[in-house]
Structures are given as structure tokens and as C-alpha cells.
């Protein structure tokens, strides 16, 4: 079982910037694949910026240059910065952790950018 906590979301300005965080409550490097995913009011949950099982990076067309899925010094911990946010960017986002064949979501934190 994995307990994923996210925060940081609020309100800014389009232009500003905003970064999540998500506190796991194992050790991330455990973890088979783990990202962040974003679902705006009428439309389907989407990946925004992950890790791969090979440690790589991945990133929505429309995130990347403008945003950093990082992991922290604390094994527990993977973050997103979010530059340049755009009104489009307005969702809640949700981070998501695989290990193994298990499927592992937190409670969602919301983002909203402003014109």
C-alpha cells in the first residue's frame, strides 16, 4: 500500500509559476513508475510529466520548455515546477504512483491560473 500526499497547488497569474509537491509514504526509488497527471473540469485525466520503469523523463507536448518533474533529496518525495503557467493549465493535479501491478493515486490538489 502507497499513500501519496500532494500540495502546493493555488491561485497564480498566467506568466507565474508554481511548483507541487508529492510525498510518498515509501521510497520512491521503489517505485515501478511515478508522475503527475492533471484533469480539467469536463475532460479526461491526462499525464503531465512522469518518470519511466528506466528512469527517464516524459512530458505533455504542451508542458515541456515550461515544465520539471524532479525527485527530492528525500526518497520520498517527487516534485513538479510549473513556469510560464497558462489559464489552460487550470486542473487539478494528482500524483500517481505503479508498483508492480498496483495502481496508486493521491487526493489531487487544484491549480488554477488566471488571464
Known amino acids: 500500500q502507497v499513500q501519496l500526499v500532494e500540495s502546493g497547488g493555488g491561485l497564480v497569474q498566467a506568466g507565474g509559476s508554481l511548483r507541487l509537491s508529492c510525498a510518498a509514504s515509501?521510497?520512491?526509488?521503489?517505485?515501478?513508475?511515478m508522475g503527475w497527471y492533471r484533469q480539467a473540469p469536463g475532460k479526461q485525466r491526462e499525464l503531465v510529466a512522469g518518470f519511466t520503469s528506466g528512469g527517464n523523463t516524459n512530458y505533455k507536448d504542451s508542458v515541456k520548455g515550461r515544465f520539471t518533474i524532479s525527485r527530492g533529496n528525500a526518497k520520498n518525495t517527487v516534485y513538479l515546477q510549473m513556469n510560464s503557467l497558462k489559464p489552460e493549465d487550470t486542473a487539478v493535479y494528482y500524483c500517481?504512483?505503479?508498483?508492480?501491478?498496483?495502481?496508486?493515486w493521491g487526493q489531487g490538489t487544484q491549480v488554477t491560473v488566471s488571464s
Open positions: 515509501i521510497t520512491i526509488f521503489n517505485i515501478n513508475v
Open positions: 500517481n504512483a505503479v508498483l508492480g501491478h498496483d495502481d496508486y
